[in-house]
């Protein structure tokens, strides 16, 4: 037995912008618990501010699809063994994986090699597509940190020692300015009703979605006199607008979902925070050709929307592929301008969608189990005494 450690080096691996956040809130939680451990990963800005050293960073890792996962795979190959050689010289004493299937399974598979634990935070949805995979993590790791209450039986039966920690959006404590406060920053007048835009993060997901969005919200601004038109900002978002848009930028995408009479979201965990601030939505997806053909052949849920799959039935509408057009999205979001049955329905939906996600304390449940994961010395290399 080797004596217990105050100071553990852990390796937290993210991929992409919503796990750059839940990563960093995650790195502060260890840091809390251990002042002195050392933490090291991939992501990006939020995850550096917490004091993760990263090994690389959200520009190569943000990637989507299989096609477009295939033109990378010398990066990939080169940051694997890069992360192979960190676990063995650095010695880590515990790798968090934070969703992103593709790559952190593979180094799953590494860590256990090396002798290392493996606490796996925001499970990939490997239930949706390939329901065999999930017995496959549970033998590669030794806790599974679920966010979706769901999953922790899906893991559970596939032999994981799963625990839902509630969903990280539920952290949120930055405050969030008032209608006025908002539109008088934005330029826009409180006294109108907004429609929020929501083309993804990934410059592959704006690519895709913008232009749909973009006219939908011009052709609805058009029959409705006084809506006003705002876009959230992303890194994958253009620095200027098409000419015309007549759409605001805002960086606010929280106060944008609050303060929004409706919102066109791309699907994503965007769904689940329309739905934590009561904002009615309709959700649109566009990808590959090929990587669309592909997922119809392996998904195996009946919905796509992350609340719709909350809520075990279809609370929003979810519009896909070739039917992601300006006609077909107008028709689905205009009754949502308007006090109709099919907004108070979708209210309603919603409200059950935010019961579901647990309580606020993801971050440091997670934070727990690594403690415990590190004390019980399950499958690692040295172990760690709880502060």
Not at 71 to 88: D, G, N, P, T
Not at 132 to 155: G, S
Not at 207 to 223: I, N, Q, S, Y
């Amino acid at each position: 037995m080797h004596p217990p450690l105050a100071s553990p080096v852990v390796l937290l691996l993210a991929g992409e912008p919503s796990g750059d956040v839940h990563a960093a809130r995650l790195a502060r939680s260890l840091r809390r618990r251990w002042p002195d451990c050392r933490i090291l990963g991939t992501g990006g800005e939020r995850m550096a501010a917490a004091g993760v050293e990263l090994l690389a960073g959200l520009d190569d890792l943000a990637v989507m699809g299989f096609v477009e996962v295939l033109s990378r795979l010398s990066f990939f190959w080169k940051l694997e063994r890069r992360v192979v050689q960190a676990i063995r010289s650095e010695r880590v004493d515990l790798v968090i994986l934070v969703d992103y299937p593709g790559f952190n399974f593979r180094v799953a598979r590494h860590a256990r090699d090396e002798g290392v634990p493996v606490l796996y935070y925001i499970a990939p949805q490997v239930w949706a597509w390939r329901a065999k995979r999930a017995a496959q993590l549970a033998r590669l790791t030794d806790r599974i940190a679920v966010i979706l209450p769901f999953e922790e039986e899906i893991f559970r039966a596939a032999g994981g020692k799963a625990v839902f920690v509630g969903h990280p959006l539920l952290d949120r404590d930055e405050p969030v300015a008032s209608r006025e406060e908002f539109c008088r920053a934005e330029g826009l007048d409180p006294a109108r009703p907004i429609l929020a835009l929501f083309p993804g993060s990934r410059r592959q997901e704006v690519r895709r979605h913008l232009g749909p969005f973009l006219e939908t919200g011009r052709r609805l601004a058009d029959e409705r006199r006084g809506l006003q038109l705002m876009i959230a900002r992303s890194e994958g978002l253009p620095l200027d607008l098409p000419d015309g848009s007549g759409a605001v930028v805002t960086s606010d995408s929280r106060a944008l979902l609050r303060h929004a009479r409706a919102a066109l979201v791309k699907s994503g965990t965007t769904t689940l925070e329309a739905a934590l601030e009561g904002t009615p939505f309709v959700v649109a997806y566009r990808t590959h050709p090929i990587t669309f053909r592909v997922a119809q052949r392996l998904v195996r849920v009946d919905h796509i929307a992350l609340a719709n799959l909350v809520a075990g039935e279809a609370v929003v509408e979810e519009i896909l592929q070739d039917r992601v057009t300006a006609e077909v999205l107008g028709k689905a979001i205009l009754p949502l301008l308007d006090d109709t049955d099919t907004r108070r329905m979708m209210l309603a939906g919603l409200a059950r969608v935010r019961s579901r996600l647990g309580s606020p304390g993801a971050a440091d449940r997670v934070a727990e189990l690594a403690a415990e994961v590190l004390a019980g010395g399950e499958g690692g290399r040295r172990t760690a005494s709880l502060p």
